[in-house]
């Protein structure tokens, strides 16, 4: 397998960057039109933490992690890592060594389509990873990859300069070029949810706020007592 090593892609402004950060992960993948999730099998391998970075891709072979050596050169302040492979992979192809180098250039987190170790001195370093799996399985390093490339994770493409955005529901990207109407948008919604929230507080229903009467009358759903059913002899 021959590979590339793209330098100085372009990347998403940094204001905007972290404009995105103050959001969660639904509320930006809502604001772009229920787009940009990579799925529900990355998971954070800690709780309670949400981080935004330009993405640095990796492309390997599964079970070699040379080319997560190679990125780690391009990888600098504000950065997230973003590793994947040619075919399905659980080893444990990153670990505390990695994230120590990472951690030293200001790279923000990782995410991996893999496996990832060493999970509890990762916590201890306050070092935010995502990842398919939890494995102790070691790698080699004797396979040619590619940095900086578009990837494909769970049929989400990944450009390197893109934001990626990761908290406990998941991950979520957005292309460079939305960035900031990503976070107009964003804005928008919150604000939104917001007004909703304080009307719910209130007291007032979401099938009344939402208009969700009516659709449940198209729909055919009705509504009956309890003896109304029960004497129909559903409720037997």
């Keep these: ?132 799996a939890v494995s102790a399985q070691g790698t080699v390093k004797a396979t040619g990859g590619s940095v900086n490339v578009p990837v494909a994770i769970d049929g989400q493409v990944i450009r390197p300069g893109d934001v990626i955005l990761a908290d406990d529901d998941g991950v979520v990207v957005v292309p460079r070029e939305r960035a900031r109407a990503t976070v107009e948008a964003s804005e928008a919604r919150e604000a939104k949810e917001a007004t909703s929230r304080a009307a719910f507080l209130d007291g007032e229903l979401g099938l009344d706020r939402y208009g969700l009467r009516q659709t449940l009358k198209r729909l055919g759903v009705e509504y009956k007592s309890y003896e109304e059913y029960a004497g129909e002899g559903a409720g037997s």
């Design 1 to 132: 397998m021959s590979g590339v090593i793209v330098t100085n892609p372009p990347k998403a402004d940094a204001k905007d960057v972290d404009a995105l950060a103050g959001f969660g992960v639904a509320t930006v993948s809502e604001a772009m039109g229920r787009t940009g999730l990579l799925g529900p099998r990355i998971r954070p391998v800690q709780q309670g933490v949400r981080v935004a970075g330009t993405a640095v891709t990796v492309l390997s072979r599964p079970g070699d992690n040379l080319m997560i050596h190679a990125a780690v050169e391009q990888c600098g302040e504000g950065d997230l890592l973003v590793v994947t492979t040619t075919s399905p992979s659980t080893d444990g192809m990153f670990g505390e060594l990695f994230a120590t180098a990472l951690q030293r250039r200001g790279v923000r987190g990782l995410i991996i389509n893999a496996g990832i170790r060493d999970t509890q001195e990762l916590r201890e370093m306050n070092f935010p990873a995502w990842s398919r």
